[in-house]
């Protein structure tokens, strides 16, 4: 076990609400009548319907197949007629093309995937289709491509694959959850991500404060040739570059990704979806989501089909029993506030959290006192405060001069700002007007050739 | 893990008494929804708890004329701090505490004996001026507090150089007026066989109502390093520079220059390492910073008390560094962007 590194900044929230759902082993709901399954469910272009309205399908067949490098298919969480080819309430706040599924009840399986059970001596490109074909994306949030990220260019070597069992937001218990009861599957998922990429080194990394995840990983990694890394709770300790930098001591360089330093970093969850895929050929078209906050009457953890609307995960839940301001999909660091009750549950979703009316505060943009707080705060070693007087002002190219492109948008500056400043929110919008200034910069050196 | 289910739900999920959220009373906006309870008014709060062992100080050594004092500074500051508001026609902003505790700063600075209307003016010179109209809180180049003390010893040198002699625990209403130690120093008057450095870190000794007890204003000062309300890199570089130019000034001329403990104990220089030169607004960004802020007060603080005609420097020190603040920050960024360095090798 190597020694851990501890990356600059970072914030404690004094409540992490784990406790609301963390001894909650998780439970699968009954079926639905019906499902809303969204087109794209990942990052990348979108992929393009296969069934066609009144089409009868079975549970894993193909929805839409993808359509290039950066697409993943989609498949049907169970059994039923395509009733409508329509759009639903994308957890973003727009509408997003959807087909709606009307359960039969019998959940009949298709048998799209075969079953590779020789997982070990087959070729790593095989494995890799197979994350492809079953649709697997990063669960953790950034629904990234799987396949992608395990396609490195012949000149990167990959030497250490980073197992993202952290959990750093606060609320949040299914991967906790899942690297207790599912501690094989974990284990499995990254020893095929191994024989894929042919990396020496495996680390599964999670917080102190899973003890149960720790010793459940520690009994059963040894006999898969995995390292476990016990990290202390500090946010956002699960970003990308600062879990790199925690396990494997390597400072990702800025702007570049993570397998320049020979590093890939997956969730828990998609390698045990990963590894379902491979052994039993099982298609991603379910995971498990926390379900908590105080007003929700039965907080827990939940294996959810994709395309479960939000309205009905509450119903498993047991509905609420007070007043509720926000419903998040995430965790409260960086998930998204919701305004519909029919937004489904899809392939990133990690959490439902709920907050009651005393427990969210609002932005009220005050002046900067120069505490220095977002500066303390901020993982990339930023400075928050610069940059938001900066934006305010409109003054893009400083921003971009400060560095606001290495932003990682983890809001622990606008968590700490003692004056509620939007410091996050400024770097969002400063980052999309010096994205598309760049592009037009490019465009118009394009233009002059 | 379970199985997944495979039969139909056998209670459909919209079962009667199932409460589910009203969706018109859902907020929406973007992440991160949850904040550090420590906002700007809990600050405030806390560095005025952090001076209350001076504030108590200054009660018992100089009697109940010191909560008059401060009474006033306090109230005439939220007094101006709401005038301004409504001037300005901006939102009322008495409610954050900053005010209050520069009224309360401001009192802290001033002698027992001061009247109550130059207290007045100068909780005016304070909020009015230093603060409100370079656009208020967060935009004051200068400390504002200091900013109502100098303005003060400038137009009524005479109320703002009275000072009193201790009467601890007496809370008399009625006081004899003295001259500092520092100011005694100055003009060779110093009876150095009655000088107790003991009295001195307690607090009796004649100067402004809150700055005279180190031994409160260390225990308030060491609240706010605990809870990391200012930064130890201000107090202790101030006070090490001072420490060491005046040591080096006494040992070359132990008949010109007073002790490295008569300076350390005398005068403002606690308050003003402590509670004015670690003002977050009026001070450098970085730890890196408040070093050099920290060292240049003290080195400023030393010129005056030991060189010029004024016997105490303090003031004056933090306020001249106040103005360098921005060339302060120019120079101490905050560092390397993590993982700005070209990718370290690895094996």
């Known amino acids: 076990m190597s020694k851990l590194c501890r990356f600059p900044g970072g914030v404690h929230p004094l409540y992490d609400g784990k406790d609301l759902s963390a001894g909650e082993a998780v439970r699968c709901p009954p079926l639905l009548p019906a499902y809303i399954v969204p087109l794209q469910q990942h990052l990348g272009q979108p992929g393009e319907w296969v069934v066609k309205k009144g089409d009868t399908v079975k549970k894993g067949q193909l929805l839409a197949k993808a359509t290039g490098l950066l697409c993943v298919p989609l498949h049907a969480p169970t059994s039923g007629e395509i009733a409508a080819i329509t759009t639903c309430p994308g957890p973003a706040g727009t509408h997003v093309p959807a087909v709606e599924l009307r359960g039969d009840g019998r959940d009949e399986a298709a048998a799209t995937l075969e079953p590779i059970p020789a997982w070990e001596s087959a070729a790593p490109e095989t494995l890799r289709d197979r994350v492809r074909d079953a649709g697997i994306v990063g669960m953790g949030g950034a629904s990234f491509p799987t396949h992608v990220k395990l396609s490195p260019p012949p000149n990167k070597r990959i030497d250490t694959i980073i197992l993202n069992g952290v959990e750093c937001e606060p609320f949040l218990t299914a991967d906790d959850r899942l690297e207790i009861e599912a501690t094989d599957a974990v284990l499995t998922g990254a020893r095929i991500f191994q024989r894929i990429l042919g990396a020496a080194r495996v680390v599964v990394a999670i917080e102190h404060n899973k003890p149960d995840s720790i010793r459940a990983m520690r009994d059963r990694a040894a006999a898969f040739g995995v390292e476990v890394a016990t990290l202390p709770v500090r946010y956002p300790q699960g970003a990308e570059k600062q879990l790199i930098y925690a396990v494997a001591g390597r400072k990702v360089p800025a702007g570049a990704l993570p397998m320049e330093v020979g590093c890939l970093v997956q969730n828990v969850g998609t390698a045990a979806a990963t590894a379902a895929a491979v052994l039993q050929g099982q298609p991603l078209i379910d995971r498990v989501t926390t379900i908590t906050g105080r007003p929700v009457a039965n907080p827990g953890n939940w294996r959810l089909r994709i395309g479960t609307p939000l309205k009905d995960a509450l119903a498993f839940a047991g509905g609420v029993t007070g007043e509720v301001a926000k419903i998040l999909f995430g965790g409260p660091m960086m998930g998204m506030a919701q305004s519909s009750l029919d937004v489904p549950v899809l392939k990133n979703t990690s959490g439902i959290l709920l907050l009651g009316p005393g427990e969210v505060s609002p932005y009220t943009s005050g002046p900067c006192i120069r505490c220095g707080a977002c500066a303390d705060a901020c993982p990339m070693r930023l400075n928050p405060s610069d940059l938001g007087i900066y934006i305010e002002n409109e003054r893009f190219a400083e921003a971009e001069a400060a560095s606001a492109m290495d932003c990682i948008e983890c809001g622990a500056c606008a968590f700490a700002c003692p004056t509620r400043r939007p410091l996050v929110q400024h770097l969002r919008r400063a980052k999309a007007e010096i994205a598309a200034n760049r592009r037009a910069a490019a465009a118009a050196a394009a233009a002059k050739k | ?347």
Request: glycine content about 12%; charged content about 10%.
């Open chain 2, 1 to 347: 893990m379970t199985e997944p289910a495979t039969t139909p739900a056998a209670a459909e999920p919209g079962a009667p008494q199932l409460r589910l959220p009203d969706v018109s009373k859902l907020i929406v906006s973007s992440s991160p929804h949850l904040h550090d309870p420590r906002d700007l008014r809990r600050i405030m709060l806390l560095v005025m708890l952090a001076l209350l062992p001076a504030t108590l100080s200054g009660v018992f050594f100089f009697g109940w004329r010191a909560l008059w004092v401060i009474g006033w500074c306090i109230g005439a500051a939220i007094a101006v701090e709401a005038g301004c508001n409504k001037l300005f026609r901006r939102p009322l902003s008495i409610g954050d505490g900053s005010a209050a505790l520069t009224g309360l700063l401001l009192g802290l600075n001033l002698s027992a004996s001061t009247p109550w209307w130059v207290c007045a003016i100068g909780a005016a010179l304070a909020i009015g001026i230093a603060k409100q109209l370079y656009g208020g809180l967060g935009y004051n180049p200068f400390n504002p507090a200091l900013v109502g003390r100098v303005g003060l010893l400038i137009a009524f040198p005479a109320i703002l150089t009275t000072w009193v002699k201790t009467a601890p625990g007496q809370f008399l209403a009625d006081a004899v007026t003295t001259a500092t130690p520092l100011g005694q120093w100055k003009l060779g008057t110093l009876p150095l066989d009655q000088v107790s450095y003991g009295d001195f870190f307690l607090g009796n000794l004649p100067g402004c109502l809150g700055e005279t007890s180190k031994a409160a204003l260390l225990l308030g000062g060491l609240l706010l390093i605990a809870l990391k309300l200012i930064r130890w890199q201000v107090p202790a570089a101030y006070l090490g520079t001072v420490a060491l130019i005046t040591g080096i000034a006494h040992a070359a001329s132990p008949a010109k220059f007073a002790s490295l403990e008569f300076h350390l104990l005398t005068g403002g220089l606690f308050l003003g390492a402590f509670f004015m030169a670690t003002d977050m607004v009026t001070s450098p960004f970085t730890r890196l910073g408040g070093i050099l802020f920290g060292a240049g007060c003290g080195v400023i603080t030393c010129i005056i008390r030991l060189w010029c005609n004024y016997p105490e420097g303090v003031s004056f020190s933090i306020l001249i560094m106040n103005a360098l603040v921005p060339f302060i920050d120019r120079l101490c960024t905050t560092g390397t962007v993590f993982g700005a360095r070209k990718a370290e090798a690895f094996a």
